[in-house]
């Protein structure tokens, strides 16, 4: 070899080098003994090692810190083998197992025996927060999630209120009629739009789900509605489709819906009545054909009173309203909620754990004031705190649910209820309650913000005498 093909040679080399140190996974190359022939700069950060000393180490020496071998696994099967692979990170987590996905890959020599393997590996917390830095940046304030042949969006109902509504749902799903969702947030309202969605004729268009309270005033018109190349500075020169137009064919959910400026509800009130939009910077209005569903966290017809929306828009919204209840009204849904979300993660994570009976009880006793999404955080956060080899969780860490959620409220000022939230229904309580409203059920239910069902079982509970109650209440 020529002293010119030499440099080159190198060049091609330090080059390569250069690129495989440039991007954001790790990658290792073994030779067919396991030793490392190289190694990029993301492991080396990983695991704070030098270069020249990694290069002196056999895959099998991280035994210790991983739970799977795939450079084994690819010299066993001679293909290309991706898992998923728990290590022990002692630098960020303490030695708390970390989930990353790694591929391994075999080079073959020409007798097709293996002489390289290669290996790239991409941590799933990095991954995962790459991505809601991206959406964060880029303002994708919607989701159109591709959906699988023969799904259906699915409800945890075992309490009676879900389940009445989830049988208007069935009945109004197939219909085009506009549905308007209240709830508390986090109470699940967009998972019954998506619920209504999946078991309506327009099931195979788009659902395209709009957060209004997301957008800046002066940009929502141009996001919901599009607008024409130069419209205004800044614009794409291309133009750009709006939200509402990308629903046609399917379901437009706008959330939150409160939140619009009055403006803006003016022309969501025009789309609605002549089912047509009109981009910024257009001449010519649109036809669209979807169907509205709206959902908002706030009272509609006291904001209608205060002036701060639309009485047409409103009654155009109210053809078919529901009302979702929270979730500390509904008590026979809190365990199956948790466990339906302990069964997500367990398997997102692939992990097999459970929770003990004593677990399971302070969970139905505590009182949700974030509805179905502090459920489903909590269960998340159990899961990937506790140790890996750890299968039933046996407690909760203090802290993990706030203390203001338990607590007994002063019963002397029942205005004092709503400004404090939820309280724990402990025997003294429902006790204390009873005495404040005149051992009347109906008040006492009103007064701690449940059910009569739930307060008459509170009471059953307890053994609380009921013959004084019902002297009462004739």
């Not at 069935?170 to 549905?179: G, Y």
């Not at 979730?327 to 993660?345: A, G, Q, T």
């Not at 692939?350 to 502090?374: A, C, D, T």
């Amino acid at each position: 070899m020529s002293p010119t093909d030499s440099l080159n040679k190198l060049q091609e080399q330090l080059s390569l080098t250069v690129i495989l140190d440039n991007i954001d996974v790790g990658v290792i190359v073994y030779d067919v003994r396991g030793d490392v022939v190289f190694v990029n700069t993301v492991m080396i950060n990983w695991r704070n090692i030098p270069r020249n000393e990694y290069q002196s180490m056999n895959v099998h020496d991280f035994m210790g810190v991983i739970d799977v071998c795939v450079f084994d696994l690819v010299c066993q099967e001679k293909r290309r083998i991706s898992r998923l692979q728990y290590y022990h990170d002692y630098q960020k987590t303490g030695g708390l197992p970390r989930v990353r996905i790694v591929t391994g890959s075999p080079i073959f020599d020409g007798q097709g025996n293996i002489k390289y393997v290669i290996t790239m590996l991409q941590d799933v917390d990095d991954f995962q927060k790459l991505h809601r830095t991206l959406l964060e940046e880029n303002k994708i304030l919607y989701t159109q999630r591709p959906k699988k042949r023969g799904e259906k969006a699915g409800i945890v109902a075992k309490s009676p209120e879900i389940k009445q509504l989830l049988s208007v749902a069935d009945n109004i799903a197939p219909l085009d009629s506009t549905v308007l969702l209240f709830g508390e947030s986090g109470s699940g309202k967009e998972v019954f739009a998506n619920y209504i969605h999946e078991h309506s004729r327009r099931k195979n268009g788009p659902m395209i789900t709009v957060n209004c309270a997301a957008f800046p005033e002066n940009l929502i018109e141009a996001e919901l509605f599009g607008y024409e190349k130069g419209s205004f500075t800044g614009a794409s020169r291309e133009g750009k489709i709006g939200l509402a137009e990308a629903a046609d064919g399917g379901t437009l959910f706008l959330d939150e819906i409160n939140s619009l400026s009055l403006g803006v509800q003016g022309k969501i009130l025009r789309m609605i009545e002549e089912k047509s939009i009109q981009r910024v910077g257009a001449v010519r209005s649109k036809r669209i054909d979807f169907r509205l569903i709206a959902a908002t966290n706030r009272d509609l017809l006291d904001m209608v009173r205060k002036g701060t929306f639309r009485e047409d828009l409103y009654y155009r919204l109210h053809v078919v309203p529901l009302t979702i209840p929270p979730v500390r009204s509904r008590p026979e849904d809190i365990v199956p909620l948790c466990l339906n979300f302990l069964e997500h993660f367990c398997k997102k994570y692939n992990m097999r754990k459970s929770f003990s009976e004593g677990v399971l009880e302070q969970i139905q006793h505590y009182s949700w004031p974030g509805n179905v999404r502090e459920i489903r955080n909590f269960v998340e956060r159990m899961v990937v705190m506790t140790p890996y080899a750890t299968t039933e969780i046996s407690s909760i860490p203090g802290g993990m649910l706030p203390e203001d959620g338990l607590s007994p409220v002063a019963f002397q000022d029942p205005s004092r209820l709503d400004r404090q939230g939820p309280v724990r229904l402990n025997k003294e309580v429902i006790l204390a309650a009873l005495a404040a409203c005149g051992n009347h059920r109906g008040r006492t239910a009103e007064y701690l913000g449940i059910s009569r069902r739930q307060l008459q079982y509170k009471i059953r509970e307890y053994h609380i005498p009921s013959r004084c109650i019902y002297e009462n209440e004739k």
